[in-house]
Nanobody
Framework: VQLQASGGGLVQAGGSLRLSCAAS????????IGWFRQAPGKEREFVAG????????SYTNSVKGRFTVSRDNDKNTVTLQMNSLKPEDTAVYYC??????????????????WGQGTLVTVSS
């Protein structure tokens, strides 16, 4: 699976951005997708994830109620809608794929395929 993340940019606090993860290669509908982020000087952390069917999603506590992950398997795309953005959301955001289909995985090492990252900067 090849992944391409896009949609990052500069936004003021309280604003919104929509990130997209476009996939090619292996049957997209058979992989789970996770979004991770890495802020300067910090470790990469799980943000949100969705199973292959889209029936199950998971979010880290700090983004619950603000971020929404969804997927369109016909278009081979997963979207992360980010609302009410905060300066602490500033990071490089990565999408990743796993062949585990039954549940959302929360750890980096459980994902075999990674996109290149897109930078989100939230100004105060």
């Amino acid at each position: 699976v090849q992944l391409q993340a896009s949609g990052g940019g500069l936004v003021q606090a309280g604003g919104s951005l929509r990130l997209s993860c476009a996939a090619s290669g292996r049957a997209f509908g058979r992989v789970g997708i996770g979004w991770f982020r890495q802020a300067p000087g910090k470790e990469r952390e799980f943000v949100a994830g969705i199973t292959w069917s889209g029936s199950s999603t998971s979010y880290t506590n700090s983004v619950k109620g603000r971020f929404t992950v969804s997927r369109d398997n016909d278009k081979n795309t997963v979207t992360l809608q980010m609302n009410s953005l905060k300066p602490e959301d500033t990071a490089v955001y990565y999408c990743a794929a796993t062949g585990i289909q039954s549940r959302v995985l929360l750890n980096m090492w459980e994902y075999a395929y990674w996109g290149q990252g897109t930078l989100v900067t939230v100004s105060s």
